[in-house]
C-alpha cells in the first residue's frame, strides 16, 4: 500500500540557492560594516560570505567561483595575519 506521506528531499540546486543568499546577504552585511567603520566585525562578515561563494561553487562544480573565492580569502587572512 503506498503511503499518503511525501518526503521532501534537499536538493543540490536548493541548496545551493539557499547558500548563495545568505552568503550575499552576509557579504553585503560586511559592506555596510565597513561604511560605518565596524572592524573587525567587517572582516568576519566578508570570511564568511566567501566561504559560503566558495561552497556554492563546489556545488556547483563551477571552478571559476571556487578559484576567485578561494583567491579572496587567502589575501583576506593574509592581510588580517599582517596587520
Not at 30 to 50: C, D, E, S
Not at 60 to 71: E, G, P, T
Request: hydrophobic share 65%; proline share 4%.
Amino acid at each position: 500500500m503506498p503511503s499518503d506521506v511525501v518526503v521532501a528531499k534537499s536538493s543540490p540546486v536548493n541548496a545551493a540557492f539557499i547558500l548563495k543568499w545568505t552568503a550575499s546577504l552576509i557579504q553585503i552585511m560586511g559592506y555596510a560594516a565597513t561604511a560605518f567603520g565596524w572592524t573587525p566585525w567587517n572582516l568576519y562578515l566578508f570570511l564568511i560570505g566567501v566561504l559560503g561563494w566558495f561552497a556554492v561553487g563546489v556545488l556547483w562544480n563551477d571552478r571559476a567561483i571556487m578559484l576567485i573565492h578561494i583567491v579572496a580569502f587567502g589575501a583576506m587572512i593574509a592581510g588580517m595575519a599582517s596587520g
